[in-house]
């Protein structure tokens, strides 16, 4: 097992998205090819439109919802969200996470991402749709210096003289996820019950190891840290 140390992270990318496929409505993660990980659906409201409140439809599993870049919601399916309202010519922002699939029951063939997105009582049209696969790391080469940011990939190096089983833990993190020399190896969330992600020895190796953070919640976590025991739990 290896001792415990922290893992500061001090390189930065912004998320390397597919090429945008145009459409009038929200395409589902199907329909882009894509069976799991992230699309970013944007769109803008119509000029003459007064403020007014959004509502997202359909919405499987969870999104970050931005306003004119700004973000203004997380919300959860299942989960009642404070109200959020827009106004004309505003850029609405939806960042879809697919949180996996059920094998069983009446959810079995479930569809990924949203149905539609009504600004009061109308439909939103003119959508773009970025997807993201998340397994295996996004390839991307605009890594440099910069400052934690949510929705924006994170890297640190762990020097090793020799390898060994491990416990990873994101103690600033609220939800995202997390990769070991670029091998993802899992979600962490605050709320549990798991704290600690298990980091088995051959994943790592001596001299240089890399780990690449995804945090998709409100926080800008700025360090990984290695446990000598897992936390579960609470």
Known sequence: MLAAREVILDEYAELPFGPA???????????????HGLVRYTATLPAASP????????????AGLRVDGKPVAALER???????TAGGGARIS?????????????RTGETKGVTGVRHERQYVHGWHAEPLALD??????????????????????????AP??????????????????????????ARGPQHTLYCP????????????????GPT???????????????
């Open 51 to 62: 403020e007014l409140p959004l509502t997202v439809e359909g919405l499987r599993d969870r």
């Open 201 to 216: 020895a051959p994943l790592l190796h001596p001299g240089p190891n890399t780990l690449t953070l995804l945090e998709l």
């Open 136 to 161: 295996p790391l996004p390839h991307t080469t605009a890594w440099g210096p910069g400052t934690p940011a949510p929705e924006t990939l994170a890297r640190g190096t762990l020097h090793l003289d």
């Open 78 to 84: 299942g989960v009642p969200a404070e109200p959020v």
């Open 220 to 234: 800008d976590p700025s360090r990984v840290q290695l446990r000598e025991t897992p936390e579960i739990n609470g």
């Open 21 to 35: 496929v145009a459409s009038p409505v929200p395409p589902l993660f199907e329909e882009l090819g894509l069976e």
């Open 164 to 189: 060994g089983d491990a416990f990873l833990a994101v103690p600033e993190g609220h939800h995202g996820y997390l990769w070991v020399n670029g091998f993802l190896l899992g979600r962490y969330d």
């Open 94 to 106: 939806l960042l879809v996470e697919s949180l996996g699939r059920v094998n069983y029951g009446p």
